[in-house]
């Protein structure tokens, strides 16, 4: 299973019932087929922004915040970046970046975050991610500001 499917079971879960416990989170996702390590759910929630709270009876429950959103720490981001973007490419208003096979989403999605104004969109296959920019100038602006994000700038970084 993916983690953005594992992410949305999580939210789901979460959305319809409190859980006391990562535990006993674990305990749903298991019985729903998904078996994960104490880790990766932990990493999971904090991923979802999901906090801990405390009722006025000393109960706790894990909540969701409102609405739910993914918040992907910086880290691991440029993480994403540094070590999988493998070349970009632009033409016209479009960037293509190139990366390992099976890594494009995360690449895609470490781009989305960026916050790059003109970023219309992007669009991840298995090797390639497809960058829709408002126009031929900011595609190429673009294409500077992964490389530097990527590290991957100086001669030869842009092609």
Request: charged share 25%.
């Amino acid at each position: 299973m993916s983690r953005t499917s594992r992410l949305t079971t999580i939210a789901t879960l979460l959305s319809g019932r409190r859980f006391s416990s990562q535990e006993e989170l674990a305990g749903a996702l298991a019985r729903g087929g998904i078996e994960v390590t104490q880790a990766t759910l932990s990493r999971d929630l904090r991923s979802l922004g999901v906090a801990k709270r405390s009722g006025a009876d000393g109960s706790s429950w894990y909540e969701l915040p409102s609405p739910a959103t993914e918040a992907l720490d910086r880290g691991r981001q440029m993480l994403d970046l540094k070590i999988f973007v493998n070349e970009t490419r632009v033409t016209q208003n479009l960037a293509v970046v190139k990366t390992p096979p099976g890594h494009a989403s995360a690449v895609a999605r470490a781009i989305d975050l960026t916050g790059f104004d003109a970023l219309m969109g992007t669009v991840a296959g298995d090797d390639t991610v497809l960058c829709i920019l408002e126009d031929h100038v900011s595609a190429k602006r673009f294409r500077k500001h992964l490389d530097a994000l990527s590290g991957r700038s100086g001669p030869g970084a842009a092609k």
